[in-house]
């Protein structure tokens, strides 16, 4: 079972590691994850396979914000990798659709094999854990806050506290009015979000429950006055990726910031790291 929260430790932090933060795979593009202290994997895309055996080894924990492909594709060749060379069983925490997902079309003997009865049941590779939108929980020193998201499939963000500001992850979303509602009233030190298409694609988008740039500057409108943080661009396509960022760029500022700057912009690359 997951712990309850207690009170946050204000002199730690969060280490942030970007392993993949691409909408699709290409040469240097990986798909989305990111790496918590070395110990926390949040969504298991192919940036995971750059990862040596021992830092492979190191993690413990896989939060998943969904069941698509682009965010588990690495999760069932990891557990390959390592789960002999742990004593504990991975553990994943996801929403029961997701987990029922992942349990009927991945891990079912046919796609690769039920790690969660290998070697044994009762000592299996994989457990699974389910969580809700809104629960809180800590994984060592960090709290982790399952948050929403509005995507084809049951999904969530996440928002993770270790001192006094959190990293918060948007997910696949597409408007999301609770999302805003409930990160205004958190000190956020950086919001992790997505843009996968351009706004040539914008109907594509809707339909898929993605954000293009047109719909991200309204999205951003929902942030509180006086809250001012780091946004990060995740998730673009590697072939509209300039695209998307010139389109956001033309509503708003990416570094060096000008004059009339209303937000800081940034974008994201496989390899960078981050202490929040
Ligand atoms: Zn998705
Ligand atoms: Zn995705």
Request: aromatic fraction near 8%; charge should be negative.
């Amino acid at each position: 079972m997951v712990q309850p929260i207690s009170k946050p430790n204000e002199t730690l932090a969060v280490k942030v590691r970007v392993l993949g933060c691409s909408g699709a795979i290409a040469k240097e593009c990986k798909t989305t994850s990111f790496l918590i202290d070395g110990q926390i994997l949040v969504d298991a895309g192919t940036g995971v396979g750059d990862l040596t055996l021992e830092e492979m080894c190191g993690i413990g924990h896989v939060l998943l914000s969904h069941s698509h492909l682009d965010h588990i594709a690495a999760l069932p060749l990891m557990v390959d990798s390592v789960a002999a060379m742990r004593r504990e069983p991975l553990r994943v925490y996801a929403l029961p659709g997701t987990i029922t997902a992942l349990k009927t079309h991945i891990f079912n003997n046919v796609i690769w094999p039920d790690f969660t009865r290998i070697p044994t049941p009762q000592a299996p590779f994989i457990t699974f854990h389910e969580i809700s939108i809104g629960q809180t929980f800590q994984l060592f020193d960090k709290y982790v806050e399952v948050l929403p998201a509005v995507h084809t499939v049951p999904a969530v963000g996440y928002a993770i506290t270790a001192g006094t500001g959190c990293w918060v992850y948007s997910g696949d979303t597409e408007r999301n009015p609770a999302f805003w509602r409930r990160i205004n009233q958190l000190n956020v030190a950086m919001l992790v979000i997505e843009t996968a298409f351009s706004n040539r694609e914008k109907d594509l988008a809707r339909r898929s429950l993605h954000l293009s740039p047109t719909v991200l500057a309204s999205e951003l409108d929902c942030i509180a006055p006086n809250k001012k943080y780091p946004i990060c661009i995740t998730h673009t396509k590697p072939a509209e990726t300039e695209l998307i960022m010139a389109e956001i760029q033309r509503f708003d500022q990416t570094q060096p910031f000008g004059p009339n700057v209303v937000h800081d912009i940034r974008r994201m690359f496989a390899g960078q790291e981050y202490e929040i």
